[in-house]
């Protein structure tokens, strides 16, 4: 059975369900920010996956990278899994942009979140998913 750690639950909002992760979405309207997390109960590390589940979450964090990329045309997309707050593995995938207020710096620690607008999270939430939707169908899955 998998759970989603708490803080996550918190700070995020469910967009999709991969074959391996759960895609969320950073509450956080300073970023285009997403959090994929492996459905897998007790996943601390990458390297606790097996070697079939590794394959299919770095193809995720691919997808997830385009999908941010064709969305959002950023000036560079940070991958990262640190886990020092939250122990369950998860893999941020955030574009960042020359004028963002953390530049050239991680965004950890560089400000407040803005959370989104209910509008504009909808709207947001609704691109992101139909993305990964199509991504799906380009892909036959």
Known sequence: MFTLHNKLQHD???????????????????????????????MREIHDLGIGDRSVLIEEVAAASEIIQDLFSPDKINIGALGNLVSQLHIHIIGRFRTDRAWPGPVWGAGAARPYAEEELSAVAGRIKKAFQQKDRVHGR
């Open 12 to 42: 995020t909002i469910e967009i999709a369900s991969l074959t391996l992760s759960r895609v969320l979405l950073m509450n956080d309207s300073s970023f285009p920010w997403l959090i994929l997390v492996p459905a897998r109960e007790g």
